[in-house]
């Protein structure tokens, strides 16, 4: 099963092009951007503007990661002025699908999530997170449910493996629900980028408002890291960046939840090999090999 972000050509398709042409002046100078999975985005450099071009696949979403445009409008007109994620330029429709444009943030994505990325995590949990965008829940049962519901209907070993390695109900005091967080919904290090120590946050298309914990359990899963071809986590790693959370509440929250975490995580991706991408088989086992070291 292939994306539009694994067919994209270097130069966008034609309705793209005229779009451009209508906003932008010539020279225009294009380039596919690799690192997404779901969407094609392509960079436009012209004399007056640098933006990006972003195509969804909206057949790509999922209960974990949805792929909404108009979400991610909304995250971006949200955090104008904040420095944490790049600004809305303009929307349009084609035949293929939705195509957003944003300016261009400069920087590379991060090798593997660190101190300075859940540093800036925390500044984006400290906003009021906007309406319109999706609630998460990450109660312990509500974690459990849908492995579950990953997991249904599954007979490989992996299904087996992680029916019989169900983790127990965590017993973990909620989040007031006066102070919900703003999310970004898919903070892996491939949407992290970094320059001269600022990180900045690209892919907004699957933003949430909810416990900040379920950011961080995507920022330190070991199978986002892997599918991304992101250098793999060791559980010191980990600590050491979650050094730089700035809520240690958070944090022992987060530790409390993390095998539930981990074992939904990993029940994800045993349902995305199921469907072909076959990358994921190997990101579960990197989820549990972590996991099981604890």
Same mark, same amino acid.
């Given at each position: 099963?292939?994306?539009?972000?694994?067919?994209?050509?270097?130069?966008?398709?034609?309705?793209?092009?005229?779009? *451009?042409?209508?906003?932008?002046?010539?020279?225009?100078?294009?380039? /596919?951007?690799s690192g997404g999975?779901?969407?094609?985005?392509?960079?436009?450099?012209?004399? #007056?503007?640098?933006?990006?071009?972003?195509?969804? &696949?909206?057949?790509?979403?999922?209960?974990?990661?949805?792929?909404?445009?108009?979400?991610?409008?909304?995250?971006? /007109?949200?955090? $104008?002025?904040?420095?944490? *994620?790049?600004?809305?330029?303009?929307?349009?429709?084609?035949?293929?699908?939705? /195509?957003?444009?944003?300016?261009?943030?400069?920087?590379?994505?991060v090798a593997k999530? #660190?101190?300075?990325?859940?540093?800036?995590?925390?500044?984006?949990?400290?906003?009021?997170?906007?309406?319109?965008?999706?609630?998460?829940?990450?109660?312990?049962?509500?974690?459990?449910?849908?492995?579950?519901?990953?997991?249904?209907?599954?007979?490989?070993?992996?299904?087996? $493996?992680?029916?019989?390695?169900?983790? *127990?109900?965590?017993?973990?005091?909620?989040? +007031?629900?006066?102070?919900?967080?703003?999310?970004?919904?898919?903070?892996?290090?491939?949407?992290?980028?970094?320059?001269?120590?600022?990180? $900045?946050?690209?892919?907004?298309? /699957?933003?949430?408002?909810?416990?900040?914990?379920?950011?961080?359990?995507?920022?330190? +899963?070991?199978?986002?890291?892997?599918?991304?071809?992101?250098?793999?986590?060791?559980?010191? #790693?980990?600590? +050491?960046?979650?050094?730089?959370?700035?809520?240690?509440?958070?944090?022992? $929250?987060?530790?409390?939840?993390?095998?539930?975490?981990?074992?939904?995580?990993?029940?994800?991706? *045993?349902?995305?090999?199921?469907?072909?991408?076959?990358?994921?088989? &190997?990101?579960?086992?990197?989820?549990? +090999?972590?996991?099981?070291?604890?």
């Amino acid at each position: 099963m292939t994306s539009l972000a694994q067919d994209a050509q270097v130069t966008p398709p034609k309705e793209i092009l005229v779009q *451009a042409g209508r906003m932008m002046t010539e020279p225009m100078d294009w380039s /596919c951007l690799s690192g997404g999975r779901t969407n094609a985005i392509w960079r436009v450099i012209s004399p #007056d503007s640098d933006w990006v071009f972003k195509l969804f &696949d909206i057949s790509r979403a999922n209960p974990l990661f949805p792929n909404d445009p108009k979400a991610e409008i909304t995250a971006l /007109c949200a955090l $104008r002025g904040h420095g944490l *994620a790049p600004e809305f330029v303009a929307q349009f429709e084609t035949s293929m699908g939705p /195509c957003l444009i944003y300016t261009y943030l400069p920087g590379a994505s991060v090798a593997k999530t #660190d101190d300075s990325v859940l540093r800036a995590l925390g500044q984006l949990h400290a906003l009021p997170a906007p309406l319109g965008i999706r609630q998460v829940n990450v109660s312990s049962s509500t974690l459990l449910a849908d492995g579950n519901r990953f997991l249904n209907g599954q007979t490989t070993d992996l299904a087996k $493996r992680l029916h019989s390695h169900r983790p *127990a109900l965590r017993d973990v005091p909620p989040m +007031s629900p006066m102070s919900p967080a703003f999310l970004h919904g898919d903070p892996t290090p491939a949407n992290a980028l970094s320059q001269d120590g600022m990180v $900045r946050f690209v892919d907004w298309q /699957c933003p949430a408002f909810g416990d900040p914990t379920a950011d961080l359990a995507i920022a330190l +899963s070991p199978a986002m890291h892997h599918v991304y071809g992101q250098t793999q986590l060791s559980l010191a #790693d980990e600590m +050491s960046a979650l050094d730089g959370y700035p809520n240690p509440e958070i944090v022992d $929250r987060y530790l409390t939840l993390r095998p539930v975490f981990r074992w939904r995580m990993a029940a994800y991706c *045993a349902w995305k090999a199921s469907m072909g991408e076959t990358i994921y088989s &190997d990101a579960a086992d990197a989820e549990l +090999s972590l996991e099981q070291a604890l």
